[in-house]
């Protein structure tokens, strides 16, 4: 089974969400239909990221990793500039 890292950015507000999940495409439909307490004000959310793990525990390392708000955001500004090719990649879950 493989695991996956996302980031997802509120399309109404300036908030991001940084989760992990075993399905491709169910926690996103959760956090749209407001199934998520942290997401449930900011609906409507679009995917910035996704890195796939094959274990559960190093998905979750990434997530704990991500979530220091400076490896966030040297991320995204990486991805920005288009370097994200090595670390991960924008991306769509199958729907």
Same mark, same amino acid.
């Given at each position: 089974m493989n695991y996956y890292v996302y980031i997802i950015r509120s399309r109404k507000k300036n908030y991001n969400n940084i989760g992990l999940t075993s399905g491709e495409g169910k926690r996103i439909k959760q956090h749209n239909k407001g199934s998520v307490r942290s997401t449930k004000a900011y609906l409507l959310v679009e995917i910035? =990221?996704?890195?796939?793990? #094959?274990?559960? #525990?190093?998905?979750?390392? =990434?997530?704990? =990793? $991500?979530?220091?708000?400076?490896?966030?955001?040297? $991320? $995204?500004?990486?991805?920005e500039m288009g370097r994200d090719g090595e670390i991960g990649r924008r991306a769509t879950f199958r729907t």
């Open positions: 910035m =990221y996704v890195q796939e793990f #094959e274990s559960r #525990e190093k998905t979750r390392d =990434y997530e704990k =990793y $991500l979530k220091i708000r400076s490896n966030e955001e040297r $991320l $995204l500004r990486s991805m």
